[in-house]
């Protein structure tokens, strides 16, 4: 399986919305999740089950997507906001793979 | 508060061992499937090895499997990752995270508590 997140690096400036893309090599279901990663930070789950919010995350925060395609769109950007944002196919078929990331980074 | 605390890196030659620890706290850990991810620094994630709540069902990435064992005690709440033949390769900062799912034979769950992460280094 390859996941493949587009863009690499996303410019932004604070307030606007980012999105980000995930694409999966073959369809492994809504078993799908985004995390967030800060520098010098852990991993944090953003988002499971392709659009289902994690415990405290904002609203700001909304996954979509279905079959091989996966959005994460990130309205009104905060500047606590910039990141690496990583999805995954949490399933055994995907292997629990990651995709490559993509850098939300200020404009 | 729910925790995972792992110990155990270092700096180890090409060839050598390692044992990584990680222990819980805040939860039950005897019902969630657990998984080691690694990251080269400046890098992406990569997932390594889980197992299940029970440790009856045990799965590793191509690049560790023979290599690498991943273990639990319940009794003690902790889970481990044996690391044998150890390469250059395998520098990164080892992260261990617990499966969101409970009392799954096969864990396919989100990744919902991680580690702070510990460093191997492998190095002659």
């Known amino acids: 399986i390859v996941m493949t997140q587009s863009p690499a690096t996303l410019s932004v400036s604070p307030g606007e919305t980012a999105t980000l893309s995930c694409r999966a090599s073959?369809?492994?279901?809504?078993?799908l999740a985004w995390y967030q990663q800060k520098p010098g930070q852990v991993p944090r789950l953003l988002i499971y089950?392709?659009?289902t919010r994690a415990t405290g995350v904002p609203a700001r925060f909304s996954g979509s997507g279905s079959g091989t395609e996966f959005t994460l769109t990130i309205s009104s950007l905060q500047s606590d906001d910039f990141a690496v944002y990583y999805c995954?196919?949490?399933?055994?078929?995907?292997?629990?793979?990651f995709g490559q990331g993509t850098k939300v980074e200020m404009k | 508060q729910v925790l995972l605390v792992e110990s155990g890196g270092g700096v180890v030659q090409p060839g050598k061992s390692l044992r990584l620890s990680c222990a819980g706290s805040g939860f039950s850990f005897t019902t969630c499937g657990l998984h080691w991810v690694r990251q080269v620094p400046g890098k992406g994630l990569e997932w390594l090895a889980v197992?299940?709540?029970?440790?009856?069902?045990?799965d590793y990435a191509d690049s560790v499997k023979g290599r690498f064992t991943i273990s639990r005690n319940n009794a003690n709440n902790t889970f481990y990752l044996d690391m044998n033949s150890l390469r250059a390769e395998d520098t990164a900062v080892y992260y261990c995270?617990?499966?969101?799912?409970?009392?799954?034979?096969?864990?396919?769950?989100?990744?919902?508590?991680w580690g702070q992460g510990t460093r191997v280094t492998v190095f002659s």
């Open positions: 073959q369809s492994f279901g809504n078993y």
């Open positions: 197992t299940s709540y029970d440790g009856n069902y045990k």
């Open positions: 995270a617990k499966d969101a799912g409970i009392y799954s034979g096969l864990p396919h769950d989100s990744f919902d508590v």
């Open positions: 995954q196919h949490y399933t055994y078929q995907a292997r629990w793979t």
């Open positions: 089950s392709a659009y």
